[in-house]
C-alpha cells in the first residue's frame, strides 16, 4: 500500500532546527510547514491538516507551552493520529512534567543530537501512520455498518435509527415528514425466471434509479428483500405523492438483460405522512405506508397510493 506523506508543522526561531527537520522529514517523503513565531504558530496549526507539530519552548513573542495547550485543547476524536512533539533547551524533570501536561506526546531536549532525532521523529511517524490506518479502518468499518452490501444505499440497522431522529425533529419543530415504501412488482419471477444473479441486478439497478430520481436531503434505505424505503423530511403528503410518481416512471424505464430477453421492472408505491392520528409514532407512519402499498398491489401494482386518501385518488400527478 503507498502511504500519503505526512505533514510536519515545525513551530522554532532557529533555522538550523527547521533545516534539519525539513531534511530529516523529506528523506521520509515527508512535506515541513514552518513558522517561526508564536503568532506564525496559530495559524499554521489551525489552517493546515498537519499530522506531527513540533513546538520549541522558547519563541519570541510567546511561550510555546502555552501554544502546545491551546493546540492540544483544539484536537477532537477524528484528530486522534496527531502527534505534538514539544523541544525544550531545559532537560529537567519538571520541565518535561510541564510539557506533558500540556498536551504533548513526546519531550526532546535541545541541542538535539541528529542522529537521535532522526531515530525518534522515524519512531513517530510509525505511529502516527499506525493511528492513520487504523482511524481510516474504522471509518470504513462505520460505513459498512449502516449501508447495504448489494446496493449500496442504507440499510435497515441505520433506516431504524435515522427515522426515529427526523421523526422526533419534526415533531418538536411542527415541521412535514413523509415516509414512502416501495416494493417490486413480481419480482419472485424475476429470480425464479432469471436467476439469482440477474435478481441482484435489478436490484441494483432499481436503487439506482430510484437514487436518481429523488432529493439529496431524502433517505434512501433498503428495507429487506425487494423492498425499499424513503424518508421525506419537510416534505407533505401530497409533495410526497408527486416526488413519488417521480420515481415509479424513473423505475418503469429500467431494463434489464436476463437469461429469456430484456426484463422490465415496475414499482409500487405507498405514502404516508404525519399529519394523521395513526402516523403520531414512527412504528405508525411505517405501518400507514405499508397499508398505502398493500393497497397499491391489490389494486394492479406499478402505482402509488397514498394513506388517508380515497381510493378514486389513484396515482399521483406526473413530477414536472
Aim: charged share 25%; proline share 4%; aromatic share 4%.
Amino acid at each position: 500500500m503507498i502511504e500519503s506523506p505526512l505533514v510536519i508543522a515545525v513551530v522554532d526561531d532557529d533555522p538550523a532546527i527547521r533545516r534539519l527537520l525539513e531534511a530529516i522529514a523529506r528523506g521520509s517523503g515527508d512535506v515541513v510547514v514552518e513558522a517561526a513565531t508564536f503568532a506564525e504558530g496559530q495559524i499554521v496549526l489551525r489552517e493546515y491538516p498537519w499530522d506531527v507539530a513540533v513546538i520549541d519552548r522558547s519563541l519570541p513573542d510567546g511561550d510555546g507551552l502555552e501554544l502546545c495547550r491551546e493546540v492540544a485543547a483544539g484536537l477532537h476524536d477524528s484528530d486522534s493520529h496527531r502527534h505534538i512533539v514539544f523541544l525544550s533547551a531545559s532537560a529537567g524533570s519538571e520541565e518535561k512534567l510541564r510539557g506533558f501536561e500540556a498536551g504533548a506526546d513526546e519531550y526532546i531536549a535541545k541541542p538535539a543530537d541528529p542522529t537521535e532525532l532522526r531515530a525518534r521523529l522515524r519512531a513517530i511517524r510509525r505511529t502516527v501512520l499506525t493511528q492513520k490506518a487504523m482511524l481510516a479502518r474504522l471509518a470504513t468499518l462505520e460505513q459498512l455498518s449502516v449501508i447495504d452490501g448489494l446496493t449500496h444505499v442504507y440499510n435497515r440497522h441505520f433506516f431504524d435509527s435515522e427515522l426515529r431522529r427526523l421523526f422526533d425533529l419534526a415533531k418538536r419543530h411542527e415541521r412535514p415528514l413523509a415516509l414512502a415504501m416501495i416494493d417490486l412488482d413480481l419480482f419472485k419471477s424475476v429470480n425464479d425466471t432469471c436467476g439469482h444473479r440477474v435478481g441482484d441486478a435489478v436490484l441494483n439497478e432499481v436503487s439506482t434509479a430510484i437514487a436518481q430520481s429523488i432529493r439529496s436531503s431524502d433517505v434512501l434505505a433498503r428495507y429487506g428483500g425487494e423492498e425499499f424505503v424513503l424518508v421525506l423530511p419537510e416534505t407533505t403528503l401530497a409533495e410526497a405523492a408527486v416526488l413519488a410518481e417521480r420515481v415509479r416512471a424513473g423505475v418503469e424505464g429500467v431494463r434489464i438483460e436476463g437469461t429469456f430477453g430484456e426484463v422490465r421492472i415496475t414499482i409500487s408505491i405507498g405514502v404516508a405522512a404525519m399529519a394523521f392520528p395513526d402516523t403520531e409514532t414512527p412504528a405508525g407512519l411505517v405501518e400507514a405506508a405499508d397499508k398505502a402499498l398493500y393497497l397499491a398491489k391489490e389494486q394492479g401494482r406499478n402505482c402509488v397510493r397514498l394513506h388517508g386518501m380515497p381510493v378514486a385518488a389513484k396515482t399521483a400527478p406526473t413530477a414536472p
